[in-house]
Each structure stands twice: as structure tokens, then as C-alpha cells.
């Protein structure tokens, strides 16, 4: 019991320290990725889904404040702009294909932005949802830089935009292969892309865990919906 002092005096000046939650957030993937691995990377084993559940229960176990959390783990956040740059590598090596597959990649891609778009703002607004969230919501299908600064655009909500962003990759990335099975679809480049455009990046990651040909597309489709998401939301905020 003499210790306890000592170890709480310990813990405030940890929790005081931003290295602490940086390397409680790679510690919590770090461990989602073995327990998927253990898994047989089956679709309900998301590491994502996983890490985050360990930081959650972290958080409240010792009365973290997120606030507190994100000025350690904001390094990671930081890295997220660099990686939606980046998939213009795979659009890049794998250019000769994608040309020669252009027309139907540009149609599923409008298909897929605009039934994204419309589909949750639709849904949301039968529902009876305030303006913001609409906004919100219209942005969920983009990763989370993206999709924070185009939601704030039309006068969403950035925090509510990435949270929605998380809950769309996480279910996109549990059902799709299920989903892609029942269809009979079996090009992974098809699998890929539909994952990508629907699903941002932790669909693209869990599309590289089944095929890297997936993965590549997956990051290709993700990285124009971005874009195409952009141009849109401009187009809305110039029209409204």
C-alpha cells in the first residue's frame, strides 16, 4: 500500500506525456493485427476494430479526457495526410491497366461517389437529421482528411465526419468479402476498386490482406473518390 502513492504520482506524470498515447496507439494495433492474424484475418477480426476497442477501454479505465489522448496520438492523425497522397503511387505502377480499363473504372467510380453521397444524406434527411449532419454523413465514404475538411465546407461537423468515416470502413471492411462471395465476383481488381470507392482506407487495408492486385485497386478507387468527392462538394458549396 506504501507503493500507491508513488505509482499514482507515477501515472499523472505518464499521462502528462505525449509519447505515452502515441505508443499506447501503435501498443493497441500492434495487438489487433496479431489477434487478426490469429484469426485467420477473418472479417470480424478488423485490427482497426480491435485497437480501437483497447484504446476506448483505456481511456476509461483511467479517465483520460480525448483531448488528452489526442495531443500524443495526434502524430498519427499527422501521417494520414501523407498517406492519401501516396496512393498515387499505386495509380502511377499500375497506369497502363487502369487505362486500359478507364471507361468502366471512371462509371463504377461516379456510380459509387454519387450513390455513396446521395444514399447517406437521403437517409439521414428521411430520418429527419439537421442540416450538419447531413453534411456529416455526405462525406463518409472519403478518408478522414478528406472528409473533415469537405464536411466543414458545407457546414458539417469535422469530428462527427470522422467518426462516421471510421464506422463506414469498419462495416464496409467486414462485409465485403462475405458480400463479393455471395455476388460471384471474383476479379479481385473489381473487388478491389467497389471496396475502395465504399469503404476509404481500412477497407483498402483489409483488400490488401486478401490479394495484393485488391489492395492496389482498392487504393487506386479510393484515391479518385477523394477526389471526385472533392470536386462535388465544391460544386455544392458554389451552388448552395
Avoid at 499500375?94 to 454519387?114: F, K
Wanted: glycine share 10%.
Amino acid at each position: 500500500m506504501a507503493d500507491t502513492p508513488d505509482l499514482y504520482q507515477l501515472w499523472v506524470y505518464l499521462s502528462q506525456t505525449p509519447l505515452l498515447w502515441l505508443t499506447a496507439t501503435l501498443v493497441a494495433y500492434v495487438v489487433g493485427d496479431a489477434v487478426s492474424a490469429r484469426c485467420r484475418r477473418h472479417p470480424l477480426a478488423n485490427p482497426v476494430v480491435i485497437a480501437a476497442g483497447l484504446l476506448i477501454i483505456l481511456l476509461a479505465v483511467t479517465g483520460t479526457p480525448y483531448p488528452a489522448y489526442f495531443e500524443g496520438a495526434q502524430f498519427v492523425h499527422f501521417l494520414l495526410g501523407p498517406a492519401t497522397v501516396a496512393l498515387a503511387v499505386p495509380l502511377w505502377r499500375n497506369r497502363h491497366r487502369v487505362l486500359r480499363n478507364l471507361a468502366p473504372m471512371c462509371a463504377a467510380l461516379v456510380a459509387g461517389s454519387l450513390t455513396a453521397i446521395t444514399s447517406a444524406a437521403g437517409i439521414g434527411w428521411l430520418l429527419g437529421a439537421p442540416p450538419p449532419v447531413l453534411a456529416s454523413l455526405a462525406s463518409k465514404s472519403t478518408t478522414a482528411p478528406i472528409a473533415m475538411a469537405l464536411s466543414e465546407t458545407i457546414g458539417g461537423i469535422p469530428a462527427l465526419a470522422a467518426v462516421l468515416v471510421v464506422l463506414t470502413g469498419i462495416l464496409g471492411s467486414v462485409v465485403v468479402t462475405p458480400l463479393m462471395n455471395a455476388m460471384g465476383i471474383r476479379d479481385y481488381a473489381a473487388r478491389g476498386f467497389a471496396v475502395g470507392v465504399a469503404s476509404h482506407g481500412i477497407g483498402t487495408a483489409r483488400a490488401f490482406q486478401v490479394s495484393d492486385e485488391a489492395g492496389t485497386f482498392a487504393g487506386i478507387a479510393m484515391g479518385l473518390n477523394g477526389a471526385l468527392t472533392s470536386l462535388i462538394f465544391l460544386l455544392l458549396a458554389m451552388v448552395f
